[in-house]
């Protein structure tokens, strides 16, 4: 639906020139001061915090049985995102919103929608790739991000070729029997039906996730201005939230309506509730509250390094937050399904043409003409290889990319 609203997504074109440049510039003398005051801080901070860490994970664990117990509604398969806990708590610890959601995606992804099963993906929005390693084993994956700073991140046997590009305009060829994947991508996408549409028509299936609205409005500041009727200022807050974190958001309606009008039929799956959100947002704030600016929604680095330094501690937070986590998918699998947060979109796409399975075609992102290796050969461009990454994009993106700031970010960041 394009509106002619600001797109978005090229905030992320903004955010890569920033690392870039970062990576260029040394932090001033006074800048690192202030730097190691705040770390300094954070460090101190532990302690009162770790005691309102197990105090409210009690609280939750107990709302939520209770909640479960004396609502007598039995629970959907979903519980079942139980098991895929373990796998992120290690990287978000403190956190529900990415573990609870995490896990409940893996269960779609893996378990209902099956896709470790295709055999050639085009991973969009790959990110650090450690979602993507935990679904794909042999399946050969094409991991493209806009990001290189993430994108360097990913590994895994699965991964046949990492590309940097706008994935907004897929540089590939048609090709029928590959499936796409985009996770986490759509609601950092302002104009979604020019994205989807050039998707359909490259691959014969989609598989995709997007926020709905009740992503924004669930967050406590929103939802408490809202239920005390000051609606202004609920829907202010809703736009910051937005905003800030560079996404467009939809109703599950209208993005229904949207993305059958754009591909073949689909089959559409909803999770996490309003109310879970609510309470995984609650539960973080008292450490996310450290994240600024807030990009993409890792525990602060800080509070994972000194857990670290005491072995038992570590378990302690890893066996506390998985005990939280594992409530909240609880919870969430007895919600009624009407104000989800998520939803995932199984489609066919309208791609015919037939190519051998394994044999996907990068294109210029230019020209959308077939690439011969690094060349276009129609409009003579050549496209460079750093770390690995074959840089499909503009030229800067490129000759701007450094090791220095790649070794500033974290391997895990998203
Ligand atoms: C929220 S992260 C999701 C990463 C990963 N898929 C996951 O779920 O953990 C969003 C990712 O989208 C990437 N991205 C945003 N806009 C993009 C675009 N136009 N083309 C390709 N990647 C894009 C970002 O760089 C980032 O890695
Ligand atoms: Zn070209």
């Not at 958001?249 to 959100?277: F, W």
Request: charged share 20%; with cysteine.
């Amino acid at each position: 639906m394009h509106t002619g609203k600001r797109e978005v997504n090229s905030g992320y074109q903004l955010y890569v020139e920033k690392i870039s440049k970062q990576g260029q510039n040394k932090l001033s003398r006074p800048k690192q001061i202030a730097s190691h005051i705040t770390h300094a801080l954070k460090v101190v901070l532990c302690i009162p915090l770790y005691a309102s860490f197990v105090i409210l994970s009690t609280a939750v664990i107990s709302y939520a049985y209770i909640y479960i117990v004396c609502s007598g509604r039995k629970a959907s398969s979903s519980a079942q995102a139980i098991k895929y806990i373990k796998r992120f708590a290690p990287i978000y610890p403190f956190h529900l919103y990415p573990l609870v959601a995490k896990s409940l995606e893996m269960y779609y992804l893996c378990d209902i929608i099956r896709v470790q099963h295709a055999p050639l993906v085009f991973e969009v929005a790959i990110g650090d790739g450690y979602l993507s390693k935990s679904i794909f084993g042999a399946t050969e994956v094409f991991g493209f991000d806009i990001n290189p700073y993430s994108l360097d991140k990913a590994d895994g046997k699965h991964i046949r070729q990492k590309v940097v590009a706008n994935c907004l305009r897929l540089p590939v060829m048609p090709h029928s029997g590959a499936t796409l994947v985009a996770n986490n991508l759509m609601h950092h996408i302002t104009d979604k039906s020019t994205a989807i549409s050039d998707w359909a028509g490259k691959v014969g299936r989609l598989v995709f996730n997007e926020n709905t609205i009740y992503w924004a409005t669930s967050w406590p500041l929103a939802a408490l201005a809202k239920s005390i009727g000051l609606t202004k200022t609920a829907d202010e807050i809703v736009q910051q939230i937005n905003n800030t974190n560079m996404q467009t958001l939809l109703s599950k309606p209208e993005l229904d309506t949207l993305v059958s009008r754009l591909t073949g039929p689909c089959k559409t799956y909803s999770y996490y509730s309003q109310k879970v959100h609510t309470i995984s947002l609650l539960y973080s704030c008292l450490f996310t509250a450290f994240i600024q600016p807030c990009y993409g929604p890792p525990t602060p680095a800080v509070f994972k390094r000194v857990i670290e330094y005491f072995p038992p501690v570590e378990k302690l937070t890893h066996y506390l937050t998985e005990l939280v986590a594992a409530a909240l998918i609880r919870l969430d699998a007895i919600e009624e399904r009407d104000k989800d947060v998520f939803v995932h979109y199984d489609c066919k796409g309208l791609c015919t043409q037939i190519q051998d399975v394994k044999e996907a075609v990068l294109s210029c992102p230019d020209c959308m003409s077939p690439l011969h290796g690094q060349d276009c050969p129609k409009c003579s461009r050549h496209f460079q290889v750093i770390n690995g990454m074959l840089f499909l994009c503009d030229e800067a993106v490129a000759s701007n990319y450094t090791p220095e700031a790649s070794a500033s970010i974290p391997k895990h960041h998203l």
